[in-house]
């Protein structure tokens, strides 16, 4: 039951127009306070009695003694490990302002018929509609690293928002300002860092030694900051799963849909506004930071995705030493060995490097388009998603060994990773002509160059025309895309093409390097018989 202190403070918060609470904590407290009413109701009306007279026993039974926990019990591990965490899990509030004013100047480019008479408007009424904004409100979780008030939060969570309007807020109470340290949108981690002393800190963990089938713990303070409005401590929430699986990849956003790879998926609910709280293990270590849910309704069903701690790390490390966050980069374009593709390659498994940048580290160390990586550092990749991953462990500046295949013989090759540019700009080129595959190619041209964006050095063929249902349309080739090579026979002008396809027979797979839109890619066409 609130206290009449307490009451004043809710019908304060609650006053029309004041907006820090969001509307859902709106309804819980004023759910209580009509319990609180409801109360004092029945002492004036008391309710008629409804047979307790006639009991012959006790009303209800309890328990004699009260029960102790074992503390090396699941049970116990799991108190210890919340106890342990919680006091570092704080709530994160944002302030987002949305200016409104570019709705008027939309008005005013449609036609507004009293456009002549605006600056007479303006004169005597200031404004019809005047500039308005919008202040858009967030909450999220968060926890503290460090003594020096150092915090790991997402990067979703305070995207674009006022910087001088995010607050921290401890489980203690102390609501901080906090100033953004660091982001990185790719991998949706943020760097926060506050003022305070006496910091509890939470103890990071190893997310590489995580297994499927493990404990997990989620925690969460998303409505710390509004129960700091009422001087009340407020513990962070818990739900308890265990580890679904590792190295997921997932879409996710409404405005923006971004991509996330090698994500922790648990089913320990994390529930709204838990994004940016711990993911722990058994012995209260953070392996995960809360990041996304698959879910039809905003709910948890127990599908929860968390960012691996170790990746937060690198970004510390890297933040220390760049004085930034500084990805590794080895500058190659990948693709999915598909059976065909394995089939003409003669290798079962790995990734295809579909191209080689200029001036990049692979190019610099001897790698070329349709070689085929098996390992990176000594552990087997099988798709582009691994072998990306595999490249971000790396440090920059320090050499890793790719294990790769070319043209059926395996060879090691020596690559030192550099930092990533800020602006990867695939090369606009593009590809072909021939019954046999269903299109027409040229060599290129000065109105064909400039029609499709094509580069002065590029060499290969352009595709003109893409007959409808043919070999080509089907893979989804189009005017405009450059072919590279044929069966592995680099194409450098119509006159390579035509030698190349003279000795395809109808029926063959045809297996061509092309530069499809902004990417480079192999793809495997049946001709036509």
């Known amino acids: 039951m609130l206290n009449l202190q307490e009451v004043r403070m809710l019908k304060y918060i609650s006053k029309a127009g004041d907006s820090r609470l969001p509307f859902f904590v709106w309804i819980v407290l004023l759910g209580t306070l009509v319990a609180v009413g409801t109360g004092l109701m029945s002492l004036v009306y008391p309710?008629?009695?409804?047979?307790?007279?006639?009991?012959?026993?006790?009303?209800?039974?309890?328990?004699?003694?009260?029960?102790?926990?074992?503390?090396?019990?699941?049970?116990?591990?799991?108190?210890?490990?919340?106890?342990?965490?919680?006091?570092?899990?704080?709530?994160?509030?944002?302030?987002?302002?949305?200016?409104?004013?570019?709705?008027?100047?939309?008005?005013?480019?449609?036609?507004?018929?009293?456009?002549?008479?605006?600056?007479?408007?303006?004169?005597?009424?200031?404004?019809?509609?005047?500039?308005?904004?919008?202040?858009?409100?967030?909450?999220?979780?968060?926890?503290?690293?460090?003594?020096?008030?150092?915090?790991?939060?997402?990067?979703?969570?305070?995207?674009?928002?006022?910087?001088?309007?995010?607050?921290?807020?401890?489980?203690?109470?102390?609501?901080?300002?906090?100033?953004?340290?660091?982001?990185?949108?790719?991998?949706?981690?943020?760097?926060?860092?506050i003022k305070g002393n006496n910091l509890p800190v939470v103890t990071l963990g190893d997310s590489d030694r995580v297994k499927v089938g493990q404990w997990a713990i989620a925690l969460g303070n998303p409505y710390g900051y509004a129960l700091s409005q009422l001087n009340k401590k407020y513990d962070p929430t818990v739900t308890v799963g265990v580890i679904s699986a590792t190295g997921r990849a997932i879409q996710a956003g409404r405005r923006e849909i971004r991509t996330y790879s090698d994500l922790i998926q648990t089913d320990a609910s994390i529930n709204?506004?838990?994004?940016?709280?711990?993911?722990?293990?058994?012995?209260?270590?953070?392996?995960?930071?809360?990041?996304?849910?698959?879910?039809?309704?905003?709910?948890?069903?127990?599908?929860?995705?968390?960012?691996?701690?170790?990746?937060?790390?690198?970004?510390?490390?890297?933040?220390?030493?760049?004085?930034?966050?500084?990805?590794?980069?080895?500058?190659?374009?990948?693709?999915?060995?598909?059976?065909e593709l394995s089939q003409k390659f003669g290798v079962e498994k790995g990734v295809l490097v579909a191209d080689v940048m200029k001036g990049s580290p692979a190019e610099t160390s001897g790698i070329q388009a349709g070689d085929v990586v098996e390992k990176v550092n000594g552990k087997e990749v099988s798709s582009p998603l691994e072998l990306k991953n595999e490249v971000l462990k790396a440090e920059i500046g320090k050499p890793i060994t790719l294990m790769i295949i070319r043209q059926g013989k395996k060879m090691e090759i020596t690559i030192t990773p550099t930092e990533r540019p800020e602006e990867i700009s695939p090369v606009k080129e593009e590809a072909v002509e021939e019954k046999l595959l269903g299109i027409a190619v040229r060599d290129f041209t000065p109105d064909l160059r400039q029609k499709y964006d094509i580069k002065e050095d590029e060499e290969g063929v352009v595709i003109t025309e893409v007959k409808e249902n043919s070999p080509a349309a089907q893979v989804g080739l189009s005017p405009g895309d450059v072919i590279k090579e044929v069966n592995q026979h680099s194409i450098k002008d119509l006159d390579n093409f035509k030698a190349a396809m003279q000795k395809v027979e109808p029926g063959d797979v045809v297996l061509l390097r092309v530069r499809h839109g902004v990417w480079t890619m192999f793809v495997t066409l049946p001709t036509q018989r």
């Open 272 to 339: 709204p506004g838990n994004s940016g709280g711990p993911l722990v293990n058994i012995w209260g270590e953070v392996i995960g930071i809360n990041a996304a849910i698959l879910s039809p309704s905003g709910g948890s069903i127990g599908i929860g995705f968390a960012i691996p701690i170790n990746k937060a790390k690198r970004i510390l490390e890297s933040i220390v030493k760049y004085g930034k966050v500084a990805w590794p980069w080895i500058g190659i374009y990948m693709q999915d060995l598909t059976p």
């Open 47 to 193: 309710l008629p009695a409804i047979g307790l007279k006639g009991l012959k026993g006790p009303l209800y039974q309890e328990s004699v003694e009260p029960h102790s926990i074992d503390p090396d019990s699941l049970q116990g591990r799991i108190i210890k490990a919340v106890e342990m965490v919680s006091p570092a899990v704080v709530s994160v509030s944002t302030e987002k302002t949305i200016d409104l004013s570019g709705f008027r100047e939309r008005e005013r480019s449609s036609g507004d018929p009293f456009e002549e008479f605006e600056d007479f408007f303006k004169r005597f009424f200031k404004e019809r509609f005047p500039e308005r904004e919008f202040k858009q409100k967030g909450l999220g979780s968060g926890m503290i690293i460090n003594k020096d008030g150092f915090i790991l939060t997402n990067e979703h969570l305070i995207h674009e928002v006022d910087k001088d309007k995010i607050r921290v807020t401890l489980s203690d109470g102390r609501n901080l300002k906090a100033e953004i340290v660091e982001t990185d949108k790719e991998s949706d981690i943020a760097v926060l860092k």
